[in-house]
T-cell receptor, first 110, second 116 residues
Framework: SQQGEEDPQALSIQEGENATMNCSYK?????LQWYRQNSGRGLVHLIL?????REKHSGRLRVTLDTSKKSSSLLITASRAADTASYFC??????????FGKGNQVVVIP | EAGVAQSPRYKIIEKRQSVAFWCNPI?????LYWYQQILGQGPKLLIQ????????DSQLPKDRFSAERLKGVDSTLKIQPAKLEDSAVYLC??????????????FGPGTRLTVL
């Protein structure tokens, strides 16, 4: 299976703290993407990291990729209540197809 | 720019009934995808269209699911007859024409289907 698997599944943190979630996958990839899903905005693309990249930043997001371990991590710094959502990693295979993991539930307590 | 539109937003049916979902992608996006997201899981790709042709339908349960994109713009996903395990959110996404490289997928709000 191409699907990523996130770890941990659920995370509850105080506003201002950092949140880290991990994802593992099983086969070779060209790139890996992270998505956020909440009731307000649906499923939204956050960041893409290519297989030849090790780290990428976007605002308060930091993504790392370790292709030797077939794993990725997403760090959200200085979390806000609005970051409360489910976060999914997705590997890209074939012709731009996405294989999603099961997701991390993150709750940021104000 | 208008996003991906889907309707209806919610649907409740009884098992063995039929149901259809509609999706209108972002203007100019040649590629359209249908995903099924069961509660507590990530979305699973059902079918991918490039213009009006099917690129991948390997995970579509073809005995009961069908999809079409006749004019290469909007698309319809149908379930006939529905089973209890079809209860899920059905997400439509679109992207620019895929060729070399990766194009970001934009998702619609989804249709939440409950089969009783």
């Amino acid at each position: 299976s191409q699907q990523g698997e996130e770890d941990p599944q659920a995370l509850s943190i105080q506003e201002g703290e950092n949140a880290t979630m991990n994802c593992s996958y099983k086969t070779s990839i060209n790139n890996l993407q992270w998505y956020r899903q909440n009731s307000g905005r649906g499923l939204v693309h956050l960041i893409l990291i290519r297989s030849n990249e090790r780290e990428k930043h976007s605002g308060r997001l930091r993504v790392t990729l370790d292709t030797s371990k077939k794993s990725s991590s997403l760090l959200i710094t200085a979390s806000r209540a609005a970051d409360t959502a489910s976060y999914f990693c997705a590997t890209v295979y074939g012709n731009n197809r996405l294989a999603f993991g099961k997701g991390n539930q993150v709750v940021v307590i104000p | 720019e208008a996003g991906v539109a889907q309707s209806p937003r919610y649907k409740i049916i009884e098992k063995r009934q039929s149901v259809a979902f509609w999706c209108n992608p972002i203007s100019g996006h040649a590629t359209l995808y249908w995903y099924q997201q069961i509660l507590g899981q990530g979305p699973k790709l059902l079918i991918q269209f490039q213009n009006n042709g099917v690129v991948d339908d390997s995970q579509l349960p073809k005995d009961r699911f069908s999809a079409e994109r006749l004019k290469g713009v909007d698309s319809t996903l149908k379930i006939q007859p529905a089973k209890l395990e079809d209860s899920a959110v059905y997400l439509c996404a679109s992207s620019l024409e895929t060729g070399q490289g990766v194009n970001e997928q934009f998702f619609g709000p989804g249709t939440r289907l409950t089969v009783l």
